[in-house]
C-alpha cells in the first residue's frame, strides 16, 4: 500500500509541474541531475565502506549550493533530495515532464579489478537529434575531469541504460561515472566532502559553460 501511495504522489507531483511548467514564459535552459541509487538501493559500496547512493548525493546537493550563489542561478533539478530509491522511470518521466534540456545521471563505478580507476561517461546508443550533442558534452566533462581534477579518463562510451534511452529522444542526456569505489585511491578521495565539493565545482562550471 505504501508503494502505491508513493508512486500515485508522484504521478501528481509531475501533473502540477507541467501544469505550472506550462504556464512558464521563461527560455532559460532547464537541466535535470540524477542522483543514483538512494534508500534501500546503495549502488556500489566503497573498499572504505563509503556507499555510492551518498557519494553522488553530496556531489549533487554540493552542485545546488553553488547554483543558489549565483546572482542568476541555473535553472536545476534533482531527481531526489534525500535518501530515497526513485524508480528508473520515475526519474526520466520526470525529466520529460519539466521539459529538461540536459539530463545528467550521478553514478561511481566499481571493478573486481582494484587498479581499475577514472572517469566515464556514457551516451545513448540510439541514434536522436539528441546525439551528437550528448556525445560533444560527454567529451567536454571527460576533458574538464581529466584536466582540472586529475582523474582518468577512460573514454566516453555508448550504452543502452534506461535512463538514457528514454531521454535522449527529447534532451541532451550524459550518464557520468566518477570514478571507482573499488579503488582505494578513488573510494578515499570521496570520502571527504571537502573533495565532493570539488568534484562538483568542476562538473558545475561545465554546466555552466555550456548553458
Not at 105 to 132: F, I, T, W
Not at 143 to 161: H, I, M, P, Q, Y
Request: proline share 1%; charged share 25%; net charge neutral.
Amino acid at each position: 500500500m505504501k508503494k502505491v501511495l508513493k508512486n500515485v504522489s508522484f504521478v501528481f507531483l509531475l501533473l502540477k509541474m507541467c501544469v505550472i511548467f506550462g504556464q512558464e514564459t521563461s527560455v532559460q535552459k532547464r537541466i535535470v541531475i540524477d542522483v543514483g541509487h538512494g534508500g534501500k538501493d546503495a549502488g556500489a559500496i566503497g573498499i572504505n565502506g563509503i556507499q555510492e547512493k551518498d557519494v553522488v548525493m553530496n556531489i549533487a546537493n554540493a552542485i545546488l549550493k553553488l547554483n543558489d550563489k549565483l546572482e542568476t542561478p541555473l535553472d536545476i533539478y534533482l531527481t531526489r533530495y534525500n535518501d530515497t530509491l526513485i524508480s528508473l522511470s520515475d526519474r526520466t518521466k520526470l525529466a520529460k515532464a519539466l521539459n529538461a534540456d540536459l539530463f545528467v545521471s550521478l553514478h561511481c563505478n566499481h571493478s573486481e579489478n582494484p587498479d581499475a580507476r577514472g572517469v566515464e561517461v556514457y551516451v545513448a546508443n540510439a541514434a536522436s537529434k539528441y546525439s551528437d550533442e550528448s556525445t560533444w558534452f560527454a567529451f567536454q566533462i571527460q576533458d574538464a575531469l581529466n584536466k582540472g581534477l586529475g582523474f582518468e579518463s577512460r573514454g566516453v562510451k555508448f550504452a543502452n541504460f534506461q535512463v538514457l534511452r528514454k531521454t535522449i529522444n527529447y534532451c541532451t542526456a550524459v550518464l557520468l561515472e566518477l570514478g571507482f569505489l573499488s579503488n582505494w585511491d578513488e573510494s578515499e578521495y570521496y570520502e571527504s566532502l571537502t573533495n565532493c565539493k570539488v568534484m562538483a565545482e568542476k562538473l558545475f562550471q561545465t554546466l555552466y559553460i555550456k548553458f
